[in-house]
C-alpha cells in the first residue's frame, strides 16, 4: 500500500534494473522532483550535470530541478531542444555536442534527460557517444517513458530513411520519477502511455491487468495511490525483461505485442496524426483476435483487452486502409532477418509467446 | 618458434581478448588475407558484409577480401572512405549509415573495417551506432592499428573542437592480421606503428623490450619470423590490459605512456605534419627522462628507450616550442578532471605507474 507524507505525497518506491555492473534504480513518486538532485550527485558521482529538455517542461520543471541540483553542489548547464520527434536527428545531436564543448563537459560530468522519449533518445544517445560515454540520468515526465522509454536503455535518433536508425544500448544511473510532472501531460498523452501499461499487464502479469481493469479512472486522473503502485508494477514488469535480455535477443521481443501493426500505423498515418500508445492499443487489439482465430489463446480475451482499451480512452480498431498497405507496412518491419517476422501472440492475459508468421499470414484476406 | 607452411605463411596464432561476453579472437598471420572469409562468417554469424576500406588499401586487398567472403557465402558490398584523419568526421559517419540503409543492412549484418585506425575508428563507431550496434570486424593493414587501434574497442570521430570526441567502446568480434599486407606501407609508417610496440615492452614487458633490441631491423623489413612474435606479444599486452580494464578506468592509463606530451606536439605540429607514432616516439622520451629526473626510474632507463627508438628509425627530441606552447597543450588533456593531469612513468623498462602533476611539474621550467 502506498504510504502518504505529511506533504501529501506518495513514499518513493524503488525498483532495482539488474544488468550486473551497469545495474540502476528506479525512483517513483509523487510530488520528488524536489529530492532529486541528491541522488542524481550520488547516483552519478558527477560534479557538472546538463539538463537536456524541451521548450514546456522546461519551463515547468528545468528551474526546480535546477534548485535541486544545485543543492547538492553541482554545477548546471541547460539546453532546450524542440519538442516532436523530428527533433530526434543527427543535426539535434550534433548541436548537444556543441553545446556539451562549450559547457566543458568532460568524462565526469551526467546528462540529465528531463521529458518525454524524444528528450530521452536524443539525449541519451548524446550521453552514451559524447567522449565515448559519460554520466547519464532520466527524469521522465511522460507515462510512455516512464514505463517504457526510460527503461532499458535503448536510445536513438532517425535518419530520414527511418526511425530509431542510428543509437546505443546505454543504460542510466538513475532513472526518477515523479508523477506529480504528469499534471502538465494532456489527457490524450496520458491515455497513449497507459497503452504500455496495458501491455505489460497483457503479456506478462494478469494481476496487474485486473488492478487496471479497476483502477484506470484513478490513475489516469494521476491519484497517486493508484497510479504509483501501477506505474510501479509496470516498471518492475520492464525492467525485469530487460535484465533478462539486454540486447533484444530472446524474452524483450515479447514487449512487440501490438508494435508489428502499430508500426505499419504509424508508417501509413504520419507519426503527427497518431500517437505512439494510439497505435499500440490498435496494434494490440489485432493482435489479441489474430492470437484467437489462430488458436493460440481461448476466446475472450480480446473482448478483455478491448474493454480495457476502450476504458482508457484508448482508439481500439485498425484505420480502414486497403489490405496491400498492411502487408508493405509489415515488409519493412527492422527486426525482420527473413521473409517471417516474429509476431507475438497472448496464450492468455499475462502470458505471450513470438510465433513466427509471413506478412500474409499475420494480416490474411 | 613461428612454423612456416608450404606457401611461405608463418602458421597463424591466435590471442583471446577477455571480456567475458564481448570476448573476442586476434588471428596473426603471414599471406592469412585469403582466409579471412570463413573466419569472419563463423565470428559474426553475418548473412552479409559490408566492406569500409580508404581507396589504397581497398584498391590492393578488397578484391581479394570480397573473394575470400564471398567464398563464405556472404553477400558482399563495399564503401571507399577518402584517406586521412579527417575523414572520422559526423559527415562521413551519416554517408556510412545511408550506405549501409542502401545496402539493406540490417541486425545481423557485419562491418569489416579494412584500412589503419582511421577507417577502424569510423567504421567501427558507424558499426556500434547503426540499429544500435551491428557485428563489427578489424582487418588492420598499418602496425599502428594492429597493435592499438584495433583492440580494446575504442571507436570515435572527430569533432572541430577536436579529435575522437564522439564514440563509443564498441568491441570486435574479430581481429584479422595478415603482416603481408604491411608490404604497402610506407616505412615511415611502420616505423611509426613500432613506437606503440615499443611503449609495450616498456611499460609491461622487459622481454619483448630485449626481443625488439635484438629484432626491430628485421621486424621492419617485416620478416615474419620475427614480426610475427612481436606484434602476437604487443597485441596481447594490449589484450590483456583491456581486458583488466574496459573502460579506462584503472591500469589502461599506462597505455598513456608517452601520449600526454605526443597530444602536446601533435596539437602545435599539426596532425599532418607530426605521425602519431612519431609523437608518441618524443613523448616517450621525454617521460622517460622526467621519470629518472623524478627518482622514479634508475639512470640509464631514458637511454636504452632512446636507442631503441633511434633504432626504429623514430624522432626523440620534442620540437623546440617554448613552454608556454607545451603548458597550453597540457591543459587540454582530455582526461584531465582537475589541475592534475595523471602522468605515466616509468620505474624500470617493463615496469609503469601513473603519478598526478601538474602541467607545470610535468614541463618544469
Chains 1, 2 share one sequence.
Not at 525485469?240 to 539486454?246: A, G, H, K, R, Y
Not at 501509413?268 to 492470437?291: D, N
Not at 493460440?296 to 480480446?302: I, K
Request: charged letters at 25%; aromatic letters at 6%; a positive charge.
Amino acid at each position: 500500500m502506498a504510504v502518504r507524507k505529511a506533504s501529501g505525497a506518495v513514499k518513493r518506491r524503488k525498483i532495482r534494473v539488474d544488468l550486473g555492473d551497469r545495474s540502476y534504480p528506479i525512483q517513483i513518486g509523487s510530488g520528488t522532483l524536489d529530492e532529486a538532485g541528491p541522488a542524481i550527485a550520488k547516483a552519478t558521482g558527477a560534479s557538472q550535470v546538463v539538463i537536456v529538455t524541451v521548450p514546456e517542461v522546461g519551463k515547468r520543471y528545468a528551474a526546480r530541478l535546477t534548485r535541486s541540483l544545485k543543492s547538492a553542489g553541482l554545477k548546471v548547464h541547460r539546453v532546450v531542444v524542440p519538442d516532436g520527434d523530428s527533433t530526434k536527428n543527427l543535426r539535434e545531436l550534433a548541436r548537444l555536442y556543441d553545446a556539451f564543448l562549450e559547457f566543458g563537459l568532460d568524462r565526469s560530468s551526467a546528462v540529465v534527460a528531463l521529458g518525454g522519449g524524444v528528450v530521452g533518445d536524443l539525449a541519451g544517445f548524446a550521453a552514451a557517444s559524447y567522449l565515448r560515454g559519460i554520466g547519464f540520468v532520466q527524469v521522465p515526465t511522460t507515462i510512455l517513458s516512464m514505463v517504457d522509454a526510460s527503461i532499458g536503455g535503448k536510445t536513438a535518433v532517425n535518419l530520414k530513411q527511418g526511425k530509431n536508425l542510428v543509437g546505443a544500448f546505454y543504460q542510466p544511473s538513475l532513472v526518477w520519477i515523479d508523477i506529480a510532472t504528469l499534471r502538465s501531460l494532456p489527457a490524450r498523452q496520458r491515455a497513449a502511455g497507459m497503452a504500455e501499461v496495458i501491455k505489460a499487464g497483457a503479456i506478462w502479469d494478469a494481476r496487474l491487468f485486473s488492478k487496471l481493469e479497476k483502477n484506470m479512472k484513478a490513475a489516469l486522473s494521476l491519484d497517486p495511490v493508484a497510479l504509483v503502485p501501477i506505474l510501479q508494477r509496470a516498471c518492475a514488469i520492464k525492467a525485469q525483461i530487460v535484465s533478462q535480455d539486454e540486447r533484444e535477443a530472446g524474452v524483450r521481443i515479447l514487449l512487440n505485442f501490438g508494435h508489428t501493426l502499430a508500426h505499419a500505423v504509424e508508417k501509413k498515418l504520419g507519426y503527427r496524426k497518431v500517437l505512439h500508445g494510439e497505435a499500440v492499443a490498435m496494434g494490440m487489439v489485432f493482435a489479441a483476435k489474430r492470437s484467437e482465430e489462430l488458436g493460440f489463446a481461448p476466446d475472450g480475451t480480446r473482448e478483455r483487452l478491448e474493454n480495457l482499451i476502450n476504458l482508457a480512452g484508448l482508439p481500439m480498431a485498425l484505420p480502414c486502409f486497403p489490405r496491400r498497405a498492411y502487408l508493405s507496412g509489415l515488409q519493412v518491419d527492422k527486426k525482420k532477418t527473413d521473409k517471417h517476422i516474429r509476431f507475438v501472440v497472448l496464450h492468455k492475459i499475462g502470458k505471450a509467446d513470438t510465433v513466427r508468421l509471413t506478412p500474409e499470414e499475420i494480416y490474411p484476406a
